[in-house]
């Protein structure tokens, strides 16, 4: 397993943060790109969507849940104050994992590969990992808002 290309990446991270910014008004900036093994974004919530076509593999968006209920109040434009249930983060945070790989596609179609998309699926929970299959390159997309929440955005691409 290696590191993915930063080209590779770049459409990915440009997606992230004009999709945040845009869709949900949460300002983040790229922080860092770095090996899997290198990670230390806690994360709470986890949306992980499976790539095939000319690119194959999966993309995984993680977060703390204060975060997540942050882009989901912005995505719905709810008031300050106004409950967010479970279903309506979890809901969000895949409509945002979905927003951000079309904005990749859309914007940046002619540098990322081809690829599909499938139903985005939510991991929530404490003290949960995952590893990437072998033979893949992966590249971990740190970002945080002005207040310095951290969240990441892990593409790993499969290798033919």
Avoid at 69 to 92: A, C, N
């Amino acid at each position: 397993m290696g590191q993915l290309s930063l080209a590779m990446a770049r459409p990915f991270i440009s997606a992230v943060e004009e999709t945040l910014g845009t869709m949900t008004l949460v300002k983040v900036r790229h922080v860092a790109v770095k090996a899997i093994a290198e990670v230390g974004v806690e994360s709470d919530v986890s949306v992980v969507a499976g790539l095939a076509g000319q690119t194959r593999g999966c993309c995984v968006l993680r977060m703390p849940t204060v975060m997540a209920l942050r882009v989901v109040k912005g995505l719905l434009v709810s008031e300050e104050g106004d409950e967010i249930t479970q279903q309506q983060m979890h809901d969000g945070v895949c409509d945002l994992m979905q927003l951000i790989l079309d904005h990749a596609q859309r914007v940046h179609g002619d540098s990322v590969h081809d690829f599909s998309v499938s139903l985005p699926l939510v991991i929530e929970g404490r003290k949960y990992g995952y590893s990437v299959a072998s033979g893949g390159d992966t590249a971990v997309m740190e970002f945080e808002t002005e207040d310095g929440l951290a969240m990441s955005f892990v593409l790993c691409v499969a290798n033919r």
